[in-house]
Nanobody, 119 residues
Framework: QVQLVESGGGLVQPGGSLRLSCTAS????????MRWYRQAPGKERELVAV????????NYADSVRGRFTISRDNAKNTVYLQMNRLKPEDTAVYYC????????????WGQGTQVTVSS
């Protein structure tokens, strides 16, 4: 059974930090490109960060570049999103997503974790 389980969300003050984790099971994690998306109330889901299957390359949305860092540990089947200098506009539900790095296959989504940035 395929699962992506996010954790680490919560309430944080502006300027604070959080580290999200997404642990995968049921598929070959090291063969998948991993992404973090977020969706704020009333807005479309947007791509936040992406990391290649072996972690050799990353990319970020302009709105988070320099503040967020995506990383992965293939031995632990886990992808992380370190979020620093958080702003109220970072408030959203954050989702991890998996897509095969080569060939065809299913995409997978986690259930999401709420991040709220507020004083």
């Amino acid at each position: 059974q395929v699962q992506l389980v996010e954790s680490g969300g919560g309430l944080v003050q502006p300027g604070g930090s959080l580290r999200l984790s997404c642990t995968a099971s049921g598929f070959t994690f090291s063969s998948y490109v991993m992404r973090w998306y977020r969706q704020a109330p009333g807005k479309e889901r947007e791509l936040v960060a992406v990391i290649t299957a072996i972690g050799s390359s990353t990319n970020y949305a302009d709105s988070v570049r320099g503040r967020f860092t995506i990383s992965r540990d293939n031995a632990k089947n886990t992808v992380y999103l370190q979020m620093n200098r958080l702003k109220p506009e970072d408030t959203a539900v954050y989702y991890c997503h998996a897509r095969p790095s080569v060939g065809l296959g299913n995409d997978y989504w986690g259930q999401g974790t709420q991040v709220t940035v507020s004083s």
